[in-house]
């Protein structure tokens, strides 16, 4: 069991991975929408509660997934504090701090639920191909930089 979670969840090349990185990915832009609707400021309560179960359920999702990952990744502690696991832990932490506290005075906590659009970057297969290009060519940029300085 471990193995075939760790396949979808972590390595992803299966069709189940890529199925789970696909609903991952619609869930963190759902629940952008989501807060984006949450600010509109003539909601009724229907509309209201629609919107608070439809967070519970993501963060319930998010948190498991940031759990599997922990799980199943072969350094947890690395992984908690790469950047992806923070974004994961900034993405649902303000659920979590705000179901126990008051937090009309420190509103920029729901903020970090913003957080959610930098996980999208960890399921962007371009962005790496750019991240390596560009650790291909460091040496190469590093030059130019200081040759165009030079001729500044």
């Known amino acids: 069991m471990y193995k075939v979670l760790h ?10 991975g890529r199925f789970f990185d696909l609903f991952i990915q619609t869930l963190i832009l759902l629940s952008l929408i ?3 609707l949450e600010t509109l400021p003539d909601l009724n309560s229907q509309t209201k509660y629609i919107l608070s179960l439809f967070e519970l359920i993501s963060v319930i999702i998010f948190s498991i997934e940031f759990i ?6 072969k350094s947890p502690f690395r992984y908690v504090f790469s950047f992806f696991g923070l974004i994961d832990l900034l993405a649902i932490l303000p659920f979590y701090l705000a179901s126990g506290i008051d937090l ?19 399921y962007n297969s371009a962005i790496d191909r750019v991240s390596d290009a560009f ?16 001729l500044l």
Request: charged share 30%.
């Open 7 to 16: 396949r979808i969840v972590i390595d992803s090349d299966t069709k189940s």
């Open 34 to 36: 989501s807060f984006s």
């Open 68 to 73: 599997l990952r922990i799980v199943l990744t």
């Open 104 to 122: 009309r005075s420190i509103r920029i906590f729901r903020l970090f639920r913003l957080f959610r659009i930098f996980k999208l970057l960890k």
């Open 135 to 150: 650790s291909s060519i460091k040496k190469e940029l590093v030059v130019f930089g200081v040759a165009t300085l030079f």
